[in-house]
């Protein structure tokens, strides 16, 4: 069984920062992908960030371009955002998920069957 546990989020003034993370465990897993996705109130999921763990490559959403920054331990199946110069727009239920993901396409959800609970990042203006 695969367990995914993110942590991390808060509250925070706008241009504040937040640093979230995630691990995932269990003997069966075996995905080469780590993403992070948000979901705001009244607006769909959305891509933020991922990281292909078998070499670190990492994709950004447009939105979050040289604000957030997704990085993973040596471990590999741990991973952090870091979140710095944040807006009230990103205030989101942050998720992270894992899965064996084609390159190209790490922002489309249903390519991850491994997800975390999630964790609530609140920015204030």
């Known amino acids: 069984q695969v367990h995914v546990v993110e942590s991390g989020g808060g509250s925070v003034q706008a241009g504040g920062s937040l640093r979230l993370s995630c691990a995932v465990s269990g003997s069966t897993y075996s995905g080469n992908c780590m993403g992070w996705f948000r979901r705001a109130p009244g607006k769909e999921r959305e891509g933020v960030a991922a990281i292909y763990t078998g070499d670190g490559s990492t994709y950004y959403a447009d939105s979050v371009k040289g604000r957030f920054t997704i990085s993973q331990e040596d471990a590999k199946n741990t991973v952090y955002l870091q979140m710095n110069s944040l807006k009230p727009e990103d205030t989101a239920m942050y998720y992270c998920?894992?899965?064996?993901?084609?390159?190209?396409?790490?922002?489309?959800?249903?390519?991850?069957?491994?997800w975390g609970q999630g964790t609530q990042v609140t920015v204030s203006s």
């Open positions: 998920a894992a899965d064996w993901v084609p390159r190209g396409i790490w922002y489309h959800a249903p390519y991850y069957n491994y």
